[in-house]
């Protein structure tokens, strides 16, 4: 969803037709995109980057104490460059929102949680400009993902069979953990047992892989077969989770594994 939203950022991607478009409501007109307010503020003499964030919190707060778990608010400063130097700093005064998925319609001003939140940032900002998208993905990346993926998996297991540690290190990100073995493997367990010959299996086989990709998360499903060099068979179902970096790079994140069939 987060991957959507800053595509959406880059470039706002509607045709003539789409921006001619009505509806009787934004859930309507918007309905298969992601709806996002999203507002500019700048802060008052008075008023902190801190209590603006602050106000933020509580804004979430109220919709969590009520029961909306669908929404997510983006707390944002605006980056200025200095021209002569090339150098990037944040601006004191310029700050924004953009809230993913507001629940439709106005909370009741009445409500005393709703009031403090609002008297939060009027006591910190004032908003300068305000505006609804509709943000959808500029290109569906799916099917691309899911074949770079599926090939991360089969070099996993060749890199494993190979006792290749420093190229199954290039896979995991170095906060990788591994559950349901007889206890939680880290990256730094993984790629010692990859590199003992005596731990290295003869041969390793992946079967029956499916990748599901949401925004910057990818989640592929399937089966390890290993064969060791004393001929016993061992195979297991995983679950690993993948996340891709600002770079682009995926690194394998978390592995569940456990008995095909469990």
Sequence with gaps: MLKELMIGLGALAASGAAMAQTAPTADALCSKGEIVTVRFNEIKPTGTIEGFTAAAVANQKFYRDKGMNGNVQLVGRAMVRDAATGTWSFSDKRVSTAHVNPPGGRGDPNDPAWKAFVAQYDANTTVTAQQMFCYTPAIDETATITAEIKKF?????????????????????????????????????????????????????????????DGSFAFAQGVWTETGKDGKVTALSFFDVWKQDRAGNWKAMMSQVGPVGS
């Design 153 to 213: 998996e089969q070099a996993w297991a060749d890199k494993a069979a190979a006792g290749d540690a420093a190229g199954l290190g290039a896979l995991l990100d170095d906060s990788y953990i591994s559950s349901g073995k007889a206890k939680p493997e880290t990256k730094a367990d993984i790629l010692a047992n990859t590199a003992d010959p005596k731990k290295r299996p003869a041969s390793v086989k992946i079967s029956d892989v499916t990748v599901k990709v």
